[in-house]
């Protein structure tokens, strides 16, 4: 059914959709409404689920984590500084293997204190274990939703959707929402092998010493690998039952005799195709690859689809000081013996905008031969020479002025 509808709406309908027993919520901007539309629901009498209240984002998890491994399918959403505020909870839930559906709202993480968007949370916990799966439209946040609960339950290991905050979370879009029956078929009752049961008493996630330790994180490994089929696997029964291409590994856009290629996560990937269209109008050969699957990393389907590449632009929505962008490093090491220039691109920190202009004025950039990388793009370099030049002759290391 088509809706004119806020993007966290349309997941809070997805969520719903796939029937969860417990819902666990602390409010955190920005995904705050997705929890609230499931309190609506539930309220109203048309979701039948434990609506659990909690006193903190680690405790959202932990209670998450006590009711998955009681049997029953579980769903939570956080951003930003609630997430690290569960990062424990976090480790826990993916070393347990239980399958919890959560929903993060992307925003930057402070100090400076930024409500705003990029991808600094769900970096920060990259190794934990979790699947992650990014969103480029709220129609795919919602779709995500319904196979991350199939994905969790038959890997039996933890999911989360990323959707951009604010971009997508607040955004009004059509949202075409399935029917119940629907949703039904495809999504099984949930049915644990691995329950808590005060009859028959036994410890989850008990202590493993040094002899074993290394053995169980390679099983988290494998289930990794393992789940780069099974995304698509399931990605393509979504398809078969719904009609309409949502999640997978990776998504092309003209791609196919593209000589230069942007990769990219997430919502800003919609400017970029719409952008890449002006350049080729404009004769440049240009495609995108937008990464849906961040963990596990598809780093073979990668390599097969940039290798023929001239150059290869990565947009990272995030940064490690000193080193760069944390997606940029990962495509690096998927290409290495291929010939493509890699090239590191860091935009859209703490929610600013990432523009048609400022892309051209980059892949203008990018076609010179003295690339800096990584790129820091729409960087106030008059702002940044004014404070660097005063924080040079406080430390005496800078005679130009005279004053030190």
Known sequence: ???QIEGSQGVAAAVALCRPDVICAYPITPQTHIVEDLSALVKAGKLRSEYINVESEFAALSVAIGASAAGVRSYTATSSQGLLFMAEAVYNASGMELPIVMTLGNRAIGAPI???????????????????????????????????????????CPVMICVDGFVLTHANDRIDIPMQDEVD????????????DPAHPCSVGAMVGPEAFTEVRY???????????EITRIADEFYNTFQRHSGGLVRE???KDAEVVVVS?????????ETIDEERAAGHSIGSLNIVSFRPFPAESIREMLKKARTVIVIDRAIEPGDGGPVFQQV?????GEAPKVCSVIA??????????????LFEYMRSDAVESPYFLDLNTQALSNFLSTQRCRSGCCHSCGSC
């Open 253 to 255: 856009y003209r791609l």
């Open 185 to 196: 078929a495809f999504l099984p009752t949930f049915s644990s092998d691995q329950t808590l």
């Open 348 to 361: 859209g920190l703490g929610g600013r905008a990432v523009t048609r202009p400022a892309l051209h004025r």
């Open 265 to 273: 996560m997430g919502s800003v990937t919609g400017t970029i195709k």
């Open 114 to 156: 930024n409500i705003w968007n990029d991808h600094s949370d769900a970096i920060a916990m990259r190794g934990a274990g979790w699947i992650m799966l990014f969103a480029e439209t709220n129609q795919e946040a919602a779709d995500l939703h319904i196979q991350a609960f199939r994905i969790a339950e038959v890997l039996r």
């Open 1 to 3: 059914m088509l809706k």
């Open 219 to 229: 099983l988290a490994h494998i289930k990794q690998q393992t789940a780069l089929l």
């Open 332 to 336: 690096q090491h998927a290409l290495i």
